[in-house]
């Protein structure tokens, strides 16, 4: 089981105020469910609309399970969103606008909701993408039908950017915000409503997007999983065959994304080594190398050598991706510092 990088107890307090950061943390969440605290939560939030409370809660292992019922569901009765999310959440969310104005509110959406959204958006647009490839890749008419379904879900966990900025405690928030706390996606019906867990592992890289070389960058308990590369999709047979890279099976890729995906998790100076690359300049700076890729731009690196040596007397080596009109090593060197080759001058070699 797997909580995203950023989930660590430094990281998620990190910049954010503490209360942001617990929405921060359920938002990000890869433990089971907890379904007895969800159970209450959406019965809340029925009570709290003025319904009776859902006949049954059913369980699902991913959203797409939950789409699969939705759709399968015939006496579920009507979707009750309306009551139980929107309407109360466009009530708090008018009342709060009103009583700090539009200067104070976007002020209070910046330091809540709006540092959770980019990173959690980002993740909600994926599952749903996932789940239309998986049950519907060649149907329009079906994947018309699911996305309707993925866009009446009410996201539990990762409604936290909303509920972060709102007031939710004592209000009829109160239920959606317990889901949040403990479950994943949800979709409230008269009789019935459907619940998800969350997932099991999640992998992001410090830009908050979905990232694992190793297996599936996001995965459920039921197997609904997405593979990702630096938040570019690809699929498990590709991160599998990335163990058993070549250059010569990288230079044979003929789509440029994957194929630099594929110098990535190789390394860039491993297959500089291994292809027999001939370096296109050195100086007193460093060696400059130029990789040509067919239908693609050409990968240029600097080689540097640090001249402090290291606990056990070795020095290491950087490279240094830098421009492909790059002719010179100093002039390599330089673009990483904002400067011009004429401007490069150190005083100390690091």
Request: net charge negative.
């Amino acid at each position: 089981m797997t909580i995203a990088q950023e989930s660590g107890p430094a990281a998620v307090t990190g910049g954010f105020t503490e209360e942001t950061a617990r929405w921060r943390a359920w938002a990000a969440s890869a433990e089971p469910a907890d379904r007895a605290a969800a159970e209450e939560g959406v019965r809340l939030a029925y009570r709290s609309a003025g319904l009776a409370e859902p006949e049954r809660v059913i369980w699902a292992g991913s959203p797409r399970e939950g789409v699969t019922l939705v759709r399968e569901g015939t006496d579920f009765g009507a979707s009750v969103r309306e009551a139980v999310r929107t309407a109360p959440w466009a009530a708090e969310r008018d009342r709060l606008y009103q009583e700090l104005g539009p200067a104070g509110w976007s002020r209070h959406w910046s330091g809540t909701g709006g540092a959770l959204w980019d990173a959690t958006q980002a993740l909600v647009d994926r599952i749903r993408a996932g789940v239309l490839d998986d049950l519907a890749p060649d149907d329009a008419a079906a994947r018309t039908e699911i996305r309707l379904v993925l866009l009446d879900a009410l996201l539990g966990q990762h409604d936290a950017p909303w509920l972060a900025a709102l007031d939710t405690e004592g209000s009829p928030l109160a239920g959606p915000a317990r889901v949040c706390r403990s479950a994943g996606w949800w979709w409230p019906f008269e009789k019935v409503a459907v619940v998800c867990e969350r997932p099991v592992a999640l992998h992001r890289d410090e830009a908050g997007r979905l990232d694992h070389g190793d297996g599936p960058a996001l995965e459920f308990p039921d197997g609904f999983a997405l593979c990702a590369w630096r938040g570019m999709p690809v699929t498990r047979a590709f991160l599998d065959e990335l163990r058993t890279l070549t250059p010569e099976r990288i230079r044979q890729e003929e789509n440029a994304e994957l194929r630099r995906v594929m110098l990535e998790y190789y390394g860039y100076d491993r297959y500089l080594s291994d292809s027999g690359a001939q370096p296109l300049h050195r100086d007193g700076t460093g060696t400059l190398w130029r990789i040509a890729l067919p239908d693609d731009e050409p990968v240029v690196m600097v080689e540097v050598l640090n001249s402090t040596p290291e606990p056990d007397g070795t020095h290491r080596t950087y490279w240094l991706r830098v421009p492909p009109t790059t002719r010179t090593a100093r002039e390599g060197v330089a673009w990483t510092f904002g400067l011009g080759a004429e401007a490069y001058e150190p005083l100390e070699e690091t």
